[in-house]
């Protein structure tokens, strides 16, 4: 998108309709899965900013202690599609990961909204997972909160049928976890 598209899309939206989009576009890189954590959401991102990069590399620049962890979610982000491992022909014991298909198409979408692209679109999550405050803060979380700061007076329904259309207790359970935490408030 040229550079005068980008601009006017950026100022269609109030701050919490980007919050929102944003959020959207990133589960979308995700394949939809609104459970997924920030933390995943920012090993993408990264990957998608460094394409070719080890995983070992990934792990220390998100300070990711434990490799199994890191394993993981490699793993995961690699069967449903996310990423392509490619085995580094300089040194047989690394692959190579980069973006691919509809998650590299998503996160193109919400780099959208950030001047400083990737560091931007990091910094957003950083905010989220300070906010947050859990040990696996997930999208679904986030989408909670950019919404309810988006319509600042909303009901819990309304709320609720803003996310993304998952079973009724998982949302209700993510809600009340961040009600019980101190993160929102139950007077919605």
């Known amino acids: ?3 005068m598209k980008i601009q006017a899309k950026r100022a269609m939206h109030t701050r919490g309709q980007k919050s929102c989009l944003v959020v959207d576009y ?3 890189a995700l394949a939809g899965d609104p459970s997924s954590s920030i933390k995943r959401a920012q090993i ?4 998608d900013e460094n394409p ?3 995983q070992t590399e ?3 620049f998100l300070e990711i202690k434990s490799k199994t962890t890191m394993n993981r979610e490699i793993e995961w982000l690699f069967n449903y599609g996310c990423i392509h491992r490619q085995q580094n ?3 047989g014991r690394t692959i190579k990961l980069e ?3 509809y998650a590299k198409r998503a996160i193109e979408s919400a780099l959208d909204y950030f001047p400083k692209q990737h560091e931007g679109l990091q910094n957003f999550l950083k905010q989220y997972i300070k906010v947050i405050k859990q040990a696996r803060p997930t999208l679904r979380d986030a989408r909670i909160i950019a919404t309810l700061y988006d319509k600042v007076k909303t009901t819990k329904p309304e709320l609720m049928d803003s996310l993304y259309n998952g079973p009724a207790t998982t949302d209700n359970r993510a809600y009340k976890k961040l009600v ?3 993160v929102i408030e139950d007077d919605v």
């Open 1 to 3: 998108m040229d550079s």
């Open 26 to 28: 990133v589960v979308e």
């Open 44 to 47: 993408l991102i990264h990957i």
């Open 52 to 54: 070719g990069i080890t």
């Open 58 to 60: 990934v792990m220390k």
């Open 89 to 91: 022909y300089k040194d």
């Open 99 to 101: 973006t691919c298909g």
């Open 180 to 182: 019980d935490d101190g």
